[in-house]
């Protein structure tokens, strides 16, 4: 069975910085797609980055130039590293991957357990 586990949230003053990680365990035959989405209270889940297989990436609009997504394949994980920080950053962050767990599978989406992330002075 695949889990994705996710740390690194927490509460940071505006500004900084935290590094959200996600890791897929269990029985992995193939990762393609990965990415990050948040969700606030009250608002819709938006996706915030997503990074292909290849390592080609893109970013909402509001992050871009202080959110940066990485994968390590060997290890199955994915990284949102998250700089200058502001209050409306603040909110669940979930990861989410692609992936199929054998040859004979087609591609199913998986979710982490979400992290939260709360910038606040």
């Known amino acids: 069975q695949v889990q994705l586990v996710e740390s690194g949230g927490g509460l940071v003053q505006p500004g900084g910085s935290l590094r959200l990680s996600c890791a897929a365990t269990?029985?992995?035959?193939?990762?393609?797609?990965m990415g990050w989405y948040r969700q606030a209270p009250g608002k819709e889940r938006e996706r915030v980055a997503r990074?292909?297989?290849?390592?080609?990436?893109n970013y909402v609009d509001s992050v871009k130039g202080r959110f940066t997504i990485s994968r390590d394949n060997a290890k199955n994980t994915v990284y949102l590293q998250m700089n200058s920080l502001k209050p409306e950053d603040t909110a669940v962050y979930y990861c989410?991957?692609?992936?199929?767990?054998?040859?004979?599978?087609?591609?199913?989406?998986?979710w982490g357990q979400g992290t939260q992330v709360t910038v606040s002075s």
């Open positions: 989410q991957m692609i992936l199929k767990t054998d040859s004979r599978r087609f591609y199913s989406n998986y």
């Open positions: 269990g029985s992995i035959f193939s990762i393609d797609g």
């Open positions: 990074i292909t297989r290849d390592g080609s990436t």
